[in-house]
């Protein structure tokens, strides 16, 4: 039997369409507007249908076979804080935010799955989309609900803060619940990516994992008018060196034999993460390829939703949805479109 369907826009390097998969669900469509991510969609699922195509241009009656799916789903660029919502780029990223609701209008899924920065939950700078939302949903016959998840809170080795938007036909929305922490303690850097740094025979690989014991402060892609891959602003990059980690820069590979790591002589004797060690701590599986240079790479891991997040967001979405199948006769419900 198959499972529910969904269709992913702004699908990135793929993170919350793979938790879905982990949940049961199957694409029929998953887009973005970079090549790079649709060549990292392709190259780890072939059989999946990838579009490159801006969202804001996307023609839904040219792909009707998205109509009626059980769920839309977005991981969208990351709006700014409620601070900077009258800058250009964010107006950009609000945008796509409108176009996902509007895109609810012709696809008509059971559910809807929004993830973003949590302020866009209760922060005041964004009432005017939320409001915007409420009355685009209310007129689709959705109820929903905001909230904010945590990935560490589901075996992410990474503080990261999601707010989440979660609507459902009327008729299931009785029956969602939000996913609930899925591990009683968090998962630390050190042990994340203990094995992975001694790859190299470093030597120093589990010193340095036995200090790394707190969970990684939030990965930030960055903007593509930026240079180089680093780990995120001075606050974060300060978290980082707490860690024993250079947050200014990302490896080409884990250390060598000869590293001296001395964190207390500054950046140079710290060690750095690659790439593959950052797909770690955003909570891919270790088989999970990115296409593109270094750079392209990081910044595709950063700004993508965790998998195991995807999947409790999944789990907890199809059970809503079956729900109301074994009690339509008994509520007065009916379960198809």
């Known amino acids: 039997m198959s499972g529910p369907r969904f269709v992913d826009v702004c699908a990135g390097a793929g993170g919350l369409a793979l938790g879905l998969e982990h949940a049961g669900f199957e694409p029929v469509l998953l887009l973005d507007e970079k090549a790079v991510a649709c060549d990292t969609l392709r190259m780890n699922r072939p059989a999946w249908q990838v579009l490159q195509t801006d969202l804001l241009e996307f023609s839904p009656s040219r792909h009707q076979e998205i109509y009626d799916v059980d769920l839309l789903s977005a991981g969208l660029p990351r709006v700014k804080s409620s601070a900077t919502v009258a800058r250009t780029e964010t107006e950009a990223e609000l945008r796509l935010l409108e176009a996902t609701v509007y895109l609810a209008h012709a696809v008509r899924p059971r559910a809807l799955l929004i993830e973003n920065v949590p302020g866009l939950v209760g922060a005041p700078g964004f009432e005017p989309i939320r409001d915007f939302i409420r009355k685009e949903l209310v007129h689709l016959g959705y109820r929903f609900r905001w909230f904010v998840l945590n990935a560490a809170d589901f075996g992410v080795p990474q503080d990261r803060k999601q707010g989440v938007l979660v609507a459902l036909r009327t008729q299931y929305f009785d029956a969602f619940r939000p996913p609930e922490p899925t591990v009683k303690e968090y998962r630390s850097v050190g042990r994340a990516l203990r094995r992975s740094m001694a790859m190299g025979g470093w030597q120093d690989a589990d010193r340095w994992a036995a200090q790394a014991v707190g969970v990684a402060p939030t990965l930030v892609g960055g903007s593509d008018r930026r240079g180089g891959a680093d780990l995120g602003p001075t606050g974060t990059k300060k978290a980082w060196a ?18 001296a790591w001395a964190p207390e002589t500054g950046r140079h004797g710290m060690v750095r993460i690659t790439t593959d060690q950052a797909a770690l701590l955003q909570g891919f599986p270790p088989d999970w390829r ?3 240079k270094k750079t392209a790479r990081y910044r595709q891991i950063g700004h993508a939703s965790p998998p195991p997040v995807g999947r409790a967001l999944g789990l907890a979405i199809r059970a809503a949805l079956e729900v ?4 339509a006769s008994v509520a007065g419900y009916t379960s198809t479109p």
């Open 324 to 327: 109301p199948r074994s009690t």
């Open 242 to 259: 707490r860690l024993g980690v250079d947050g200014g820069t990302v490896a080409d590979d884990v250390p060598g034999p000869d590293f």
């Open 290 to 292: 990115f296409a593109g």
